[in-house]
């Protein structure tokens, strides 16, 4: 599976960004999607999830701004940030989880960068 992200950019403080990330084809359900970030010198941390069904989890310093989604049929998921915060600038990662019969593989984007001026 290949993950394409598109969608980042530079905003300023208080701005909107939507990211989108399109996977390839599988004859496997990509059950979990979701966004990851990584800012300069920290690490890698959720920002959302959401599965097959469509349950979302967040990580508490995005809640109420950013809304997760996804089109099964596209195999595509969408991270709409609002109200967006200098402290929002970093690498944006998009990452699925394949499910086959016996296993779980799990699969990152490239990353997409998202700078936030104050």
């Known amino acids: 599976v290949h993950l394409v992200e598109s969608g980042g950019g530079l905003v300023q403080a208080g701005g909107s960004l939507r990211l989108s990330c399109t996977a390839s084809e599988s004859v496997f359900k990509i059950d979990l999607m979701g966004w990851y970030r990584q800012a300069p010198g920290k690490q890698r941390e959720l920002v959302a999830t959401i599965t097959f069904s469509g349950n979302a989890d967040y990580a508490d310093s995005v809640t109420d701004r950013f809304f997760i989604s996804r089109d099964n049929r596209k195999n ?3 991270l ?8 929002d600038t970093a690498v944006y990662y998009c990452y699925a989880v394949l499910t086959t ?11 997409t960068q998202v700078t936030v001026s104050s």
Not at 80 to 87: A, I, N, T
Not at 101 to 111: A, I, K, L, M, V
């Open 76 to 78: 595509t998921v969408y």
């Open 80 to 87: 709409q940030m609002d109200s967006l915060k200098p402290e």
């Open 101 to 111: 019969p016996t296993h779980e593989y799990d699969y990152w984007g490239q990353g």
